[in-house]
């Protein structure tokens, strides 16, 4: 019964920050690659990070890096993804991410909103 639940996600203005956290359970979660995407309306769903297993290794996409952090708390079960900077353009439904044996997850999503 894999799950995943985001939250974290609100009203922000421009510049401002939110922090987005993603709840996991039924997985061994430390075995496991995480990733965020995020969808805005009318648009395709969009990888935004990646953190391996570990920690380790982070990938970001070209839009965001060098404003967001994606970080995992392997004890508590959870990933992050720390917003900074945020732009208009950054308005989106934010989704976390796992395939676990084969089958992709999706929680049911966190609304970031930058506007003014």
């Known amino acids: 019964q894999v799950q995943l639940v985001e939250s974290g996600g609100g009203l922000v203005q421009p510049g401002g920050s939110l922090r987005l956290s993603c709840a996991a359970s039924?997985?061994?979660?430390?075995?496991?690659?995480m990733t965020w995407y995020r969808q805005a309306p009318g648009k395709e769903r969009e990888l935004v990070a990646t953190i391996t297993s570990t920690g380790g290794t982070t990938n970001y996409a070209d839009s965001v890096k060098g404003r967001f952090t994606i970080s995992r708390d392997n004890a508590k079960n959870t990933v992050y993804l720390q917003m900074n900077s945020l732009k208009p353009e950054d308005t989106a439904v934010y989704y976390c991410?796992?395939?676990?044996?084969?089958?992709?997850?999706w929680g049911q999503g966190t609304q970031v909103t930058v506007s003014s």
């Open positions: 991410n796992t395939v676990h044996v084969g089958l992709s997850y």
């Open positions: 039924g997985f061994t979660f430390s075995r496991y690659f």
